[in-house]
């Protein structure tokens, strides 16, 4: 089984797709074109202004991209205006490195695919390969649900003895190391991979994190002199709210990060601190 993270819940105005698709038209007629879709800020949740480009993706088949020379593989599209400003990021990337992409472990490239827009996709190639992108198996964030707990848990105890042996940069940094691990279990507790870090509020918004869970995060993350606990304690209160138990039993917690799953796990998606 998988679920699926906040897709499609942003709205992109019809005018930034309209613009996105003239855009990308000229690039469209090349040989072995596959398809065409917005990525970036312009379409996720709550993150796009008047200062926004955008950021196009051309896809093509495994051979055209590899004819394709190094120096088209990426263009910058400039709106000559006035004012005179970028208008789009233009890359080209291969089918092969679509697909790959369903393996990837850069939470961006997951969390990303779920509000791309597809603008040209004639085979409907495109669509059903963002959505497996997309998709979040259910034993994925599982996994990491515990693993990311187990991070917080470690980083509020080893943030207390260094506060207790007086060194407060070990402090502030198991604290912030603790307070971004609660955002991983806050994000996929709500079904979504991880948010990009510079979107984390317009993120948890769009996943309706309660505002008082994101707060006592968000002080963490200002007042990294502080315990963790406070995190600990809500993002503990949050798990169970969403029917989750694995948390309660921190010695059995500890016995899954060395089994088999456990350590893969932590070699897959850990933060370095276990």
């Known amino acids: 089984m998988t679920t699926r993270g906040p897709t499609g819940r942003s709205d992109v105005p019809e005018e930034i797709t309209r613009r996105a698709r003239e855009l990308v038209e000229p690039y469209l007629a090349g040989d072995g074109v596959v398809g ?11 993150t796009s202004d008047e200062q926004s480009d955008l950021d196009l993706y051309v896809v093509l088949e495994d051979a055209a991209f590899e004819r394709l020379p ?18 789009a990021d233009l890359v080209c990337m291969s089918v092969r490195e679509l697909a790959e992409a369903r393996d990837s472990t850069n939470d961006h490239v997951h969390w990303c695919a779920g509000f791309a827009r597809v603008l040209h996709d004639p085979r409907e190639a495109i669509g059903p390969l963002m959505a497996q992108i997309a998709a979040l198996p259910e034993n994925v964030a599982l996994a990491r649900l515990k693993l990311h707990f187990l991070e917080l848990h470690y980083c509020a105890n080893k943030a207390d003895r260094a506060r207790a042996g007086g060194n407060d940069l070990n402090v502030a940094t198991m604290v ?38 994101v707060e006592v995060v968000r002080r963490a993350l200002l007042h990294p002199a502080e315990p963790l606990e406070p995190v600990l304690a809500v993002v503990s209160s949050s798990l169970a709210s969403n029917g989750h138990r694995f948390h309660q039993h921190i010695l059995s917690l500890d016995e899954w990060r060395w089994s088999a799953e456990g350590r893969a796990t932590v070699e897959q998606w850990g933060a370095g601190v276990l």
Do not use: N
């Not at 065409?36 to 709550?46: D, K």
């Not at 190094?70 to 208008?87: C, E, F, L, N, S």
């Not at 991979?193 to 979107?199: A, D, R, V």
């Open 70 to 87: 190094a120096r088209r593989r990426r263009q910058v599209i400039i709106d000559r205006g006035p004012p005179r400003r970028k208008a």
């Open 36 to 46: 065409a879709y917005l990525s970036g800020s312009t379409v996720y949740p709550g």
């Open 176 to 213: 912030v190391h603790g307070a971004l691990a609660a955002l991983k279990v806050l994000a996929l507790e709500h079904g979504s991979w991880p948010i990009i870090l510079h979107w984390t509020a317009q993120g948890l918004a769009a996943l309706a994190v309660p505002g008082e869970v």
